[in-house]
């Protein structure tokens, strides 16, 4: 049986860290590779890297990124943010990464997730969708959450999966940084129409929050940032209280 | 010199920097002689295993890598790479493998799970050998298709629906389905282990 996956994500901004990892023992708070040395010992199973960088300029920075965490840390990665074509997925996997993530550019380019599965494999395509429930229905949101669209958040995961998505990465934006737990209720609708790993990110506040949406919702990973960064959470913590709910972790 | 072989496949640098890693004496090559004389050599993939035989039989590998076998040198396929080492693959249509473990690659059947079977799963011990310390242990697995081949050349194998085989050995030729470049602490041991078998040259277990 597979095992649960608890990833931590890294918003990387020009080569470093972004938000403040409040680790005691680093020497460079913002250095992506010593972070996520850190997180491998602490058991994480997987690493997500989002670019947040603005410019093209500092984008190329982030495949150095890879390329050192990568030399260094020997789990899954998965690097998102300005991926725009399919240069950018190759300059990636060949940098290091195992999966890259495509989230505005699915949306202006659908036509790209089929592309990208062609050439390098289901496996590593990774569709984010930021989600947003506006007057009773879930929306997609592209830009980092700044520009809402109409488009149907569980019609769209039904579509990305057909065009070829290996995994989704969904992010509730009502519930993000509200530490009150994951959506429960989008999840399960999601996992209801697709039959690829789902991701759920947004709302982690507690341990009993990964407990509830790997029960509830049957989710494949629970993806987290603040409360592990500032060790409100330890990986550590959140595995055993789910163990000992009877899920499945590493 | 560990040679992993180079044949335009996905993702083998990932394994090379693992070899750094560790110190393993290792280098990226094509080069038949190279292979030929190596240590020990490794098969990586990512991928469809039609276009990876062809791919070997481009460069003319596929015979090298018979030899290899032959010559008691050790092997050790990785996912893709591990697959490739049986006589045959339905992935495709019907593909003749290197044919150093008897066995055939099949899609995994359809239990209800998802497929590919993506991310960590927990190794059991079918027999005794020197990779008894996977028992228990969670390596991480990509694939869609798994080797259906006899018990003995099971040496450890992970419960997905049916039982998968994770880890086979025929003599000197030996397959990790999961990847251990991207298993953490557990699968940089594995890589280890094996370095170790190489060097005292104990392929006895099987």
Redesign the interface.
């Known amino acids: 049986m597979l095992a649960k996956r608890i990833i931590p994500c890294l918003d990387v901004d020009d080569g470093r860290v972004k938000k403040g990892v409040n680790f005691v023992n680093l020497t460079d708070v913002g250095d992506p590779t010593e972070i996520a040395a850190e997180y491998q010992k602490q058991g994480a199973d997987e690493l997500v890297f989002l670019d947040i960088t603005a410019t093209n300029e500092h984008r190329k920075t982030m495949a150095d990124i890879v390329e050192s965490v990568s030399s260094q840390v020997f789990m899954p990665l998965t690097i998102g943010g300005g991926v725009h074509d399919v240069t950018d997925i190759q300059r990636l996997l060949k940098a290091g990464a195992d999966k890259v993530a495509i989230n505005s550019a699915a949306v202006s380019d659908p036509e790209l997730i089929t592309k990208g599965a062609e050439k390098f494999g289901n496996q590593c395509i990774v569709v984010a969708i930021d989600v947003k429930k506006t007057a009773g229905k879930y929306l997609v949101h592209t830009h980092g959450g700044k520009n809402a669209t109409d488009i149907d958040a569980i019609e769209w995961a039904k579509e990305v999966v057909k065009r070829g998505a290996g995994e989704l990465l969904i992010t509730s934006m009502d519930k993000d940084g509200t530490k009150d737990g994951f959506d429960i209720e989008l999840y399960q609708a999601i996992n209801e129409v697709v039959n690829v790993p789902i991701i759920a990110s947004g709302g982690a506040g507690k341990v009993e929050d990964f407990t509830e949406v790997f029960e509830e919702a049957d989710v494949d990973g629970a993806l987290a940032a603040s409360v592990f960064h500032f060790g409100e959470l330890s990986i550590d913590d959140v595995k055993q209280a789910v163990r000992k709910a009877g899920v499945v972790v590493r | 010199m560990f040679a992993i072989v180079d044949y335009d496949t ?2 083998t ?2 394994l090379k ?2 070899l ?2 560790l110190g393993i004496d290792n280098e990226l090559t094509d080069d038949k002689e190279k292979i030929l004389q190596a240590e020990a050599v490794i098969l990586p993939g ?2 469809a295993f039609k276009a990876a035989m062809v791919e070997l039989e481009k460069r003319d590998l596929v015979n090298t890598l018979k030899k290899v076998a032959a010559n008691k040198t050790p092997i050790l396929g990785i996912c893709l790479g591990m697959q490739l080492l049986f006589d045959s693959s339905q992935e495709y249509g019907l593909t003749n493998g290197l044919g150093l473990i008897t066995g055939s690659v099949e899609q995994i059947p359809d239990t209800g ?2 497929i ?7 190794n059991r011990i079918i027999q005794n050998s020197p990779f008894n310390g996977v028992n228990g242990q ?1 390596t ?1 697995f ?1 694939h869609s298709y798994y080797a259906n081949c006899d018990r003995r050349n099971i040496i450890s194998a992970v ?2 629906g049916i039982l998968i085989p994770s880890i086979v050995q025929n003599k000197n030729v030996i397959g990790m389905q999961f990847h251990p ?4 602490d557990v ?2 041991e594995l890589l280890k282990t094996f370095q170790k078998m190489v060097k005292t040259n104990d392929f006895s277990s099987n």
């Open positions: 996905g993702n640098r990932n920097k693992a750094n890693y990512v991928g799970l998802k590919p079977q993506m991310g960590w799963n927990q969670f991480y990509v419960d997905y470049e991207k298993s953490g699968g940089l």
